[in-house]
C-alpha cells in the first residue's frame, strides 16, 4: 500500500489554516492570562513555568523527526508509517517514564516539592501524544489542515475550559496541568477518530534505520536551536544579573513573538508543498527554488514593515504597553528588532534542506550559527546588555549569511535572485520607516502616546501596503489571496512559479 499525495494543495490554502490555528493559540493564551492570572497565585504559576522548563526541553525530541520523514518522504509505503507509529509510541512512553522517575530530582533542585507532583501528571501526556503523531503527520502530507485546524481548536478552547473551572475549583498550579494534558487527550481522541489510516502489528529494521537517519538529524537541529534561544539569558543573569535580564528577557519576548507565529505559519505550510514538488523527482528543484523565494519575499512583506515599524515607534510603543519603569526596553528594540526580521528570513531554509533530503545540513547549518550566537554572548556581555543585543545582530547577519548561501547553493540558485525576491518589501519598509519616522517627529508633542501609537502605526500599515500595491502588486496579490481566502484558477506549479519569478 502506498499513500498518496493532494495533488491540488497549495502553500496558500495550507497558511489560511495554519494562521487560522495560531490565532486560536493566541486567543486561548490571552483569555487564559485574563482569567487565570486573576484566579492563580504568582507562586503557582511559578511552580508550572519550573515544571514546564522540563516538558519544552522534551517535547524537542518527542517524534524524533519522524513526521518531518513521512511528509518529505516521496514515497512512502505501509510498513514505514506502521514502523514509525511504533518508535513514536515506544519513545513517548520512554519520555514519560523518563521525566516521571525525575520528577523528584527536579523538584529537589528547585527546592520546590509541589514540582513533583507536577511532573507525573505532565509526563502523561507524552505517551498519550505518541500515538498520534504520525496520524496528524498523514494529514499534513495530504495538506488536509483544515480538519488539523480542527482537532487543534477544539482542543485548546477545550483545555482551556478545563483549566477555567479546575481553577475555580481551587485546583490551583494543577489547573494549568490539566489544561495541557486535555490538549493532549482531546487531539488525539480527535486524530484516532478522524484519520482514515489505522496501525498494524508491523516493524521493520530498514524502515526504522531509515527514518532514523532523516529525523536524528532533525532532533540534533531543535536542541541546537533551543540551546541557541536560551543561552543568551544564561550568560546575562549569571555575569548581569536579574536586573539587567529583566529587560533583556522583555524586548526578546516582544521581538520574537510575532516572528515566532509569522514563520511557523509560513514554514509547517511550505513544507508539505516543497515534499511534493520534489516527489516528482529531481527536475523540479527549480520550482523548488521558486517555491523558497516566493515564501521569502511573502514572509518579508509581513516581518519588514512589522520590524521597522518597532524600530521607529519603539519608545510610545514600550511606554504605552509596558510603563516607564521599562525604559531600557526602548534601547534594546532598537537592536533586536533587526535581529528579528533578519532570523524570519532563515526559517524557510530548514523546510528546504529536508524537503531535498538533505536534514543532515540541518545540525551543521545551525551548530555553526549557534557557535557564532554564543561568542557574540560572551563578548558582548562585557559592556553590558546593550552590548548583547549589538553583538547578537552581527552574528545574526553572519548567520543569514551563512544560511542563505547554504540554501542558493542546494537549489542552484542566485543570490540575485535572492535580492530580486527581497529588496522590494525592504525598501519600502524602509521608506514608510522614514515617513512614519517624520510624521511622529513633528506631530508626536501635540498628541497622547496612545493616539500617536495607533495613529502613526495605522498610518504606517495603509502607506505600506499602498505602495507595495503599486511597486510589488503579484506579492501583494499572493498576501491577499492567503488573507481573503480567495482561490485562483488551478494551474500546475511550474507555471506559477513561472508566473512569479516574472513578476519579480
Given at each position: 500500500?502506498?499513500i498518496?499525495?493532494?495533488?491540488a494543495?497549495s502553500?496558500?490554502?495550507?497558511?489560511?489554516w495554519?494562521?487560522?490555528?495560531?490565532?486560536?493559540?493566541?486567543?486561548?493564551?490571552?483569555?487564559?492570562?485574563?482569567?487565570?492570572?486573576?484566579?492563580?497565585?504568582?507562586?503557582?504559576?511559578?511552580l508550572?513555568?519550573?515544571?514546564v522548563?522540563?516538558?519544552?526541553?522534551?517535547?524537542?525530541l518527542?517524534?524524533?523527526?519522524?513526521?518531518a520523514a513521512?511528509?518529505?518522504?516521496?514515497?512512502?509505503d505501509?510498513?514505514?508509517?506502521?514502523?514509525?507509529?511504533?518508535?513514536?509510541?515506544?519513545f513517548?512512553?520512554?519520555?514519560?517514564?523518563?521525566?516521571?522517575?525525575?520528577?523528584?530530582?527536579?523538584a529537589?533542585?528547585?527546592?520546590?516539592p509541589?514540582?513533583?507532583?507536577?511532573?507525573?501528571?505532565?509526563?502523561?501526556?507524552?505517551p498519550i501524544?505518541?500515538?498520534?503523531?504520525?496520524?496528524?503527520?498523514?494529514l499534513?502530507r495530504?495538506?488536509?489542515?483544515?480538519?488539523?485546524?480542527?482537532?487543534?481548536?477544539?482542543?485548546?478552547?477545550?483545555?482551556?475550559?478545563?483549566?477555567?473551572?479546575?481553577?475555580n475549583?481551587?485546583?490551583?498550579a494543577?489547573s494549568l496541568?490539566l489544561?495541557?494534558?486535555?490538549?493532549?487527550c482531546?487531539?488525539?481522541?480527535?486524530l484516532?477518530?478522524?484519520?482514515?489510516?489505522?496501525?498494524?502489528?508491523?516493524w521493520?529494521?530498514?524502515?526504522?534505520?531509515?527514518?532514523?537517519?532523516?529525523?536524528?538529524?532533525?532532533?540534533g537541529?531543535?536542541?541546537i536551536?533551543?540551546?541557541?534561544?536560551?543561552?543568551?539569558?544564561v550568560?546575562?543573569?549569571?555575569?548581569?544579573?536579574a536586573v539587567?535580564?529583566?529587560?533583556?528577557?522583555?524586548?526578546?519576548?516582544?521581538?520574537?513573538?510575532?516572528?515566532?507565529?509569522?514563520?511557523?505559519?509560513?514554514?509547517?505550510a511550505?513544507?508539505?508543498?516543497?515534499?511534493q514538488?520534489m516527489?516528482?523527482?529531481?527536475?523540479?528543484?527549480?520550482?523548488?527554488?521558486?517555491?523558497?523565494?516566493?515564501?521569502?519575499?511573502?514572509?518579508a512583506?509581513?516581518?519588514a514593515?512589522l520590524?521597522?515599524?518597532?524600530?521607529?515607534?519603539r519608545?510610545p510603543f514600550?511606554n504605552?504597553f509596558?510603563?516607564?519603569?521599562?525604559?531600557?526596553?526602548?534601547?534594546?528594540?532598537?537592536?533586536?528588532?533587526?535581529v528579528?526580521f533578519?532570523?524570519?528570513?532563515?526559517?524557510?531554509s530548514?523546510?528546504?534542506f529536508?524537503?531535498?533530503?538533505?536534514p543532515?545540513?540541518?545540525?551543521?547549518?545551525?551548530?555553526?550559527?549557534?557557535?557564532?550566537?554564543?561568542?557574540?554572548?560572551?563578548?558582548?556581555?562585557r559592556?553590558g546588555v546593550?552590548?548583547?543585543?549589538?553583538?547578537y545582530?552581527?552574528?545574526?547577519?553572519?548567520?543569514a549569511?551563512?544560511?542563505?548561501?547554504?540554501?542558493?547553493?542546494?537549489?542552484?540558485?542566485?543570490?540575485r535572485?535572492?535580492?530580486?525576491?527581497?529588496?522590494?518589501?525592504?525598501?519600502?519598509?524602509?521608506?514608510?520607516?522614514?515617513?512614519?519616522h517624520?510624521w511622529?517627529?513633528n506631530l508626536?508633542?501635540s498628541?497622547?502616546?496612545?493616539?500617536?501609537?495607533?495613529?502613526?502605526?495605522?498610518?504606517?500599515?495603509?502607506l505600506?501596503?499602498?505602495?507595495?500595491?503599486?511597486?510589488?502588486?503579484?506579492l501583494?496579490?499572493?498576501v491577499?489571496?492567503?488573507?481573503a481566502?480567495?482561490r485562483?484558477?488551478?494551474?500546475?506549479?511550474p507555471?506559477?512559479v513561472?508566473?512569479?519569478?516574472?513578476a519579480?
Open positions: 500500500m502506498t498518496a499525495r493532494n495533488p494543495m502553500a496558500s490554502g495550507n497558511a489560511r495554519i494562521g487560522l490555528i495560531q490565532l486560536s493559540r493566541i486567543g486561548a493564551q490571552l483569555v487564559s492570562l485574563v482569567f487565570l492570572s486573576r484566579l492563580l497565585s504568582p507562586q503557582e504559576f511559578g508550572v513555568a519550573m515544571a522548563a522540563v516538558t519544552n526541553f522534551a517535547q524537542l518527542r517524534d524524533l523527526g519522524t513526521a513521512i511528509i518529505q518522504k516521496p514515497q512512502l505501509e510498513r514505514t508509517i506502521t514502523t514509525a507509529f511504533w518508535m513514536n509510541c515506544a513517548g512512553t520512554l519520555l514519560g517514564l523518563t521525566i516521571a522517575l525525575s520528577a523528584p530530582w527536579v529537589a533542585l528547585f527546592k520546590a509541589q514540582v513533583k507532583g507536577l511532573l507525573l501528571l505532565l509526563a502523561v501526556a507524552f501524544g505518541g500515538v498520534t503523531i504520525v496520524h496528524q503527520a498523514l499534513e495530504a495538506g488536509r489542515f483544515a480538519l488539523v485546524a480542527r482537532v487543534e481548536i477544539t482542543s485548546a478552547f477545550a483545555g482551556l475550559c478545563v483549566a477555567l473551572i479546575a481553577a475549583a481551587h485546583g490551583g494543577y496541568v489544561q495541557s494534558l486535555t490538549i493532549a482531546a487531539s488525539t481522541l480527535q484516532l477518530v478522524q484519520s482514515e489510516w489505522k496501525p498494524r502489528w508491523v521493520g529494521k530498514r524502515e526504522f534505520l531509515e527514518l532514523w537517519r532523516f529525523g536524528g538529524p532533525v532532533s537541529s531543535n536542541f536551536n533551543y540551546f541557541a534561544r536560551n543561552v543568551d539569558s550568560v546575562i543573569g549569571r555575569v548581569l544579573g539587567s535580564l529583566g529587560p533583556y528577557s522583555l524586548a526578546n519576548r516582544i521581538m520574537l513573538f510575532p516572528l515566532y507565529n509569522l514563520t511557523f505559519v509560513a514554514t509547517r511550505l513544507f508539505p508543498v516543497m515534499s514538488v516527489s516528482c523527482g529531481p527536475q523540479r528543484r527549480n520550482d523548488l527554488a521558486g517555491l523558497y523565494l516566493r515564501a521569502l519575499a511573502t514572509i512583506f509581513f516581518t514593515p520590524m521597522a515599524g518597532l524600530f521607529v515607534l519608545e514600550v504605552v509596558l510603563g516607564a519603569r521599562w525604559s531600557p526596553v526602548i534601547e534594546l528594540i532598537a537592536w533586536l528588532a533587526p528579528g533578519v532570523q524570519s528570513l532563515l526559517s524557510p530548514g523546510s528546504v529536508m524537503a531535498l533530503g538533505r543532515d545540513l540541518l545540525p551543521k547549518v545551525g551548530g555553526i550559527s549557534m557557535l557564532l550566537q554564543v561568542l557574540s554572548f560572551v563578548i558582548g556581555v559592556w546593550v552590548g548583547v543585543a549589538q553583538c545582530l552581527l552574528a545574526t547577519v553572519l548567520s549569511v551563512l544560511c542563505s548561501s547554504v540554501t542558493l547553493l542546494v537549489l542552484g540558485s542566485r543570490p535572485q535572492l535580492f530580486a525576491a527581497l529588496y522590494r518589501p525592504v525598501a519600502i519598509a524602509l521608506v514608510m520607516a522614514c515617513c512614519v517624520l511622529h517627529a508626536h508633542a498628541l497622547r502616546e496612545g493616539v500617536q501609537l495607533a495613529l502613526f502605526a495605522g498610518g504606517g500599515a495603509l505600506y501596503f499602498g505602495l507595495m500595491q503599486m511597486a510589488a502588486p503579484a501583494a496579490h499572493d491577499l489571496k492567503v488573507l481566502n480567495r485562483e484558477q488551478r494551474m500546475d506549479l507555471e506559477v513561472a508566473q512569479r519569478e516574472g519579480l
